[in-house]
């Protein structure tokens, strides 16, 4: 498994049972986002997928996790071999990570005001993602952040919320 140093930025790989604590991020591609090779060469740095990548690293800081796990960039997509291993162990993954972070990056700031974030939860088209349901259920804690990285509630927190979401 390949995880991101959440202080140097580093992309490491470890091998089975020797895999330290780490945290995950769900979220919904965009345009821009950054490969594992880009991520490594420095390349893309002013796109909004390594803006997301450094934000998370950020947040997951802040909450003192110095490892975390990002499809975009701690998988080698041009390696049919290690998207075939990923596709597969994935589940494992978010249920092995301490903490899964869903970022909504069509939630607004919670300056906007608690009900429009909530309205924007129900509306997020995170809901509309193929790997959505084994996010939600594999992790023990999944976290609903905005697209300013603010936390909004955790899955049992907000568990009456989503029984209303509108996709």
């Known amino acids: 498994m390949r995880l991101l140093n959440t202080k140097t930025y580093e992309l490491k790989d470890f091998l089975e049972g020797q895999v330290p604590d780490y945290v995950i991020l769900s979220h919904r591609w965009a345009d821009n986002e950054v490969t594992s090779k880009e991520f490594r060469k420095g390349a893309n740095t002013d796109s909004s997928g390594y803006r997301k990548i450094i934000n998370f690293c950020v947040f997951a800081r802040s909450r003192v996790r110095d490892w975390v796990w990002i499809d975009t960039c701690c998988i080698d997509k041009s390696s049919s071999a290690e998207v075939s291993e990923a596709v597969n162990s994935v589940y494992n993954w978010y249920a092995s990570s301490r903490e ?68």
């Not at 349901?133 to 999944?142: D, G, I, K, S, Y």
């Not at 603010?150 to 029984?163: P, Q, R």
Request: aromatic fraction near 14%; glycine fraction near 8%; proline fraction near 3%.
């Open 100 to 167: 899964c972070y869903a970022y909504l990056a069509d939630v607004p700031a919670l300056v906007h005001g608690r009900e429009r974030v909530l309205t924007g939860l129900r509306q997020s088209d995170w809901f509309t993602r193929g790997w959505t349901l084994q996010e939600l259920l594999a992790p023990a804690n999944v976290v609903f952040l905005t697209r300013d990285f603010e936390i909004i509630g955790s899955k049992w927190t907000l568990a009456h919320e989503s029984t209303y979401i509108d996709g």
